[in-house]
């Protein structure tokens, strides 16, 4: 009888063991799913097109009108808590970079007149440095792949 109860009780604990397992994994995706609706939300596309558009005129941070700047440091922002979720694990960022690397790859140098300004605010306060590390990591994964980086920091594109 003791046998047939440490028996059942095993399973049930495998049982748990996997329902949580696959609750993880459901959970994990739904959170990558609603992420990349997020960051393809109208709004934040507009933002990343403000940067590609800056950067492909070679203008001014300061010439860009209140409501672009917001839609850039949105856009930005959102792809900081992006990459903050990829370090804390709550998606995976090899799935993540599958799908943005080349977003990514080209924002970092579009975007870069842009963080050096947000950056210049407030000295030796670094601003969304999850998303420069993540961007660097796609950079590096395109390179990779075998991109050339003239291509990431082509203005034309």
């Known amino acids: 009888m003791q046998i047939a109860g440490l028996v059942i009780s095993v399973v049930a604990l495998l049982v748990s063991g996997l329902a949580v397992l696959y609750a993880t994994r459901t959970d994990k995706r739904d959170v990558f799913l609603r992420l990349h609706e997020t960051l393809i939300s109208p709004e934040l596309q507009r933002g990343r097109k403000v940067l590609f558009d800056l950067y492909r005129r070679q203008g001014a941070v300061e010439d860009l009108g209140p409501l672009d700047y917001e839609l850039a440091n949105r856009a930005l922002a959102a792809l900081d808590v992006a990459a903050y979720y990829c370090e804390k694990k709550y998606v995976d960022e090899e799935d993540f970079l599958e ?21 210049g605010m407030f000295p030796g306060i670094p601003v969304w440095p999850r998303y420069k590390r993540l961007a660097n990591r796609a950079e590096a994964r395109l390179i990779a792949s075998g991109v050339a980086p003239s291509v990431l920091s082509d203005r034309s594109l």
């Open 99 to 119: 799908l943005w690397a080349p977003a990514l790859g080209r924002l970092k140098y579009a975007a870069a007149p842009f963080v050096e300004h947000r950056d």
